[in-house]
Nanobody
Framework: QVQLVESGGGLVQPGGSLRLSCAAS????????MTWYRQDPGKQREAVAS???????NYVDSVKGRFTISRDNVKNTAYLQMNSLKPDDTAIYFC?????????????????WGQGTQVTVSS
């Protein structure tokens, strides 16, 4: 069974930094695009940053210049470096990935979500 596990969330003061990790585990053959989403209670989940297997990145306007997404294809892990954090960045951050994995000798594809990690920016 393939799963994504996020880590690195926490409480930070405005202007501070956090680094989130999203580690995929299981019988992974390859991972396509990996995306960080966030959701605040009462709001829609929004895509924050994405990265393709080749390293092409995309960001929502509100985090450009402050957040950096990266990935390690050997470790099957994506990272989100968040700098100059603002109270508006407070949310649960989720990782999503399109994963090709091996099951009973065959390759299968599945879109997978992690369980989320809380980021709180407050003084």
């Amino acid at each position: 069974q393939v799963q994504l596990v996020e880590s690195g969330g926490g409480l930070v003061q405005p202007g501070g930094s956090l680094r989130l990790s999203c580690a995929a585990s299981g019988s992974i053959v390859s991972i396509n695009e990996m995306t960080w989403y966030r959701q605040d209670p009462g709001k829609q989940r929004e895509a924050v940053a994405s990265i393709t297997s080749g390293g092409a990145t995309n960001y929502v306007d509100s985090v450009k210049g402050r957040f950096t997404i990266s990935r390690d294809n050997v470790k099957n892990t994506a990272y989100l470096q968040m700098n100059s954090l603002k109270p508006d960045d407070t949310a649960i951050y989720f990782c999503h990935a399109g994963v090709i994995f091996s099951e009973h000798g065959r390759n299968r594809f599945q879109n997978i979500w992690g369980q989320g990690t809380q980021v709180t920016v407050s003084s």
